[in-house]
Nanobody, 116 residues
Framework: VQLVESGGGLVQAGGSLRLSCAAS????????MGWYRQTPGKQREVVAL????????NYADSVKGRFTISLDNAKNTMYLQMNSLKPEDTAVYYC??????????WGQGTQVTVSS
């Protein structure tokens, strides 16, 4: 499975961005997907997760009500709609896929910078 993120960039506080993650390869084996983020000197943290066939989504408390994760199975693409962005949302955002063999795949990351 290969994952390619896009959609990061610079935005002012209060603004919005939409991240995309296009999956290719053995996408039939994917069980769940998610978005993680990481800032320098800190551990990578989960932002949102979604179960592929059920569509069940879970969010970190810090983004609930502001971010929405979604999945277009026909396009093998996952999205993260980010609204009401805050400076503390600044991070490199990574796409993740977890397959039936319990293997994790990661994208290359996309930078999101929120200015105050």
């Amino acid at each position: 499975v290969q994952l390619v993120e896009s959609g990061g960039g610079l935005v002012q506080a209060g603004g919005s961005l939409r991240l995309s993650c296009a999956a290719s390869g053995s996408t039939f084996s994917i069980d769940a997907m998610g978005w993680y983020r990481q800032t320098p000197g800190k551990q990578r943290e989960v932002v949102a997760l979604i179960v592929k066939n059920l569509g069940n989504a879970n969010y970190a408390d810090s983004v609930k009500g502001r971010f929405t994760i979604s999945l277009d199975n026909a396009k093998n693409t996952m999205y993260l709609q980010m609204n009401s962005l805050k400076p503390e949302d600044t991070a490199v955002y990574y796409c993740n896929a977890y397959d039936v063999y319990k293997y994790n795949y990661w994208g290359q990351g996309t930078q999101v910078t929120v200015s105050s």
